[in-house]
């Protein structure tokens, strides 16, 4: 098979066991690899009546159509049943792991069943060895894969939780390559209920076969060509996610005071603030010609971190941010639902819910706070499980409660693009700020003109709008199937090429919007089994209320509206299901609902 | 008429300090685009046109970005709003 091995191992801890799963061409035609063929395998494994984290609920590494071939393509998925949402759960990361799964020559790693004792899969070209791993737990991310690499090779790459998955904190992230991170929905708790504390990867066979290996050359070269006389290379080298703390300030887009204020420090904290204040060190993924991570003071920092664990919680010391998301980074906690769920605990000590706790602008009771929600102490037991649950826990209002489906909002305000707002509450995994980004389309940093996607007024609501947003959120499901960073500088008709290359048929943009489509579909289908309703599809009052300062402008989408017209554009009935037409079109009916 | 700027891109950083990127200027009825940006050059003392000109530099009038070379003529109105950003996303 064509850009596969065409091989997924299915690893059972409970009993020790490794067996291979046969991936088929059609589910590669229909599903493309990554997040959207872990749906596809994973679909009659999650069920209703197995809850996240009991052993038999099912967690999956996987690669896809492009890792290791083209530019860009140096990350890998993990997918199961999020223990946050109790919904569909995917989240991808870049580094190297991925690139050493496809050269191990499989294409991905099932895991199901719960070890008895602490465990770590070491897998060397393709052959699984179970490991003890009582030595390494309660150990952070760092130490694990330093003691992981020492134990079996120093090229090996490797995926691990910290204490928080082991804690299972319900947001708990999978680090690899230390400091890279597979962060939302939970997935490093599934992990820790499994006693699976890392896995390591050498691989050394090499990536797969592809139909036409000289235009996948040409079109590699071309697009380097290409990133090199971008300007934005240059920029994205330098600054990384990290610039765009004043540039979404601007437009209300970066949030602060748990999304209560549109006016605050912004420079303090930015990109430009770092590089002037501290030591940087650039830190890139496998196949990549911008290298764009960045390591500031030691620390691997983004955007999202920034605003989360700073503007969010009203900290504008960056020593004290740094000090948070390294902290982060080593026990394994998301950012972003970390941010999210310290800074709501602030917001109700404001409003007099939580008597003498922790206060906006406190570093100190954030770092604590952080440590608590790992140890899982006193406050921090609560905060553990999310914003949703602590809210009914403090019996606040469900609207207080900043998340969407379970996910906390990310650190792109829905006050600031309409179609932000559309798409936090469609995502599949809930407030998902990727699928779609559609910020990028609005500031004309990733228009997609080649399927008529293309920046008009951030605040439009109209039915013209929204048709754009259903392309630009199916096309970019697709990214997370070839596996593709999602930086902006690999355009759909560069992936359309690749694509055409890797299989040996011509793919074009409209294509790739059709697999997404269907991807799209599969895991709405996957997250109704598991109950999910219509009245779930709603943005919570927080980030509704409009902010009287700032770059939103006072705008409050009007979310329901645009979800009428988003679920008729779609082929979706008014209970949130795909219709039986839709299900044909998308060659979708051998997948019951 | 007057109209508020706001230059927030990265690229300006050499010709005006952040804190000093929000101001109004004056311009004559009927002025474009174009002009705005020729009175922030004056203003500023530093040139910023080829950065729109070449994509790197994005405007925002009033919510809606802008393509330079196609609307530099435009007129604006009084209390327009023209914001300078650098379009590349966030994480």
Known sequence: MMGFHGKVLEVNLKNSSVREIEIKEELIRKFVGGCGLGAALLYNKISSNIPPLSSESPIAFLTGMFTGLTPFSGRHAVVGRSPLTNLWGESTSGGFFGVAIKKSGIDGIIITGKAEKPVYLYIANGEVEFRNAKELWGKNTSETIEIINKETDKKARVACIGPAGENLVKYACIVNDTHRAAGRTGLGALMGSKNLKAIAVLGEIGLPDVADEKSLKEYYGELLEKVASNPARELWHTYGTLMYTTQGYELGDTPSKYFTEGVFPAFKISGETMLEKYEVKSEGCANCPVIC????????????????????CGVYDLDVILDAANYCNEAGLDVISSGVTVAFAMYLTEKGVLKDGIKFGDGKALLETLRNIVKREGLGNILAEGTR??????????????????????????????????????????ACHLHSDYFTVDIAAAPVPELGVLPTNRFDESEDKIKMQVIHQSAKEVWNSYILCMLGLISINDAAKFHSAIIGESITPTDIAKIGERTYMLKRMINIRLGMRREDEKLPQIVRRPLKKGGTKGYSPNVEKMLDIYYKIRGIDEKGHPTKEKLEELDLKDFSL | MKIKILLSALQFRNVIAYENRCFYIDLDDQSTIKDAVLAIENKIGGKIEHYLTRGDVKLILNDRVIDYKEEMLKNLKDEDVLIF?????GG
């Open chain 2, 85 to 89: 950003i650098t379009p590349l996303s």
């Open chain 1, 389 to 430: 649950s602590a809210a009914k826990t403090f019996g606040v209002d469900l609207e207080e409660a900043a998340n969407v489906k379970g996910l906390e909002i990310p650190m792109h305000d829905p006050r600031a693009f309409s179609m932000m707002a559309l798409t936090y509450v469609t995502s599949s995994r809930g």
């Open chain 1, 293 to 312: 991570g960045h390591r500031v003071r030691g620390v691997k920092m983004e955007y999202e971190s920034v605003s989360s664990l700073g503007s969010l």
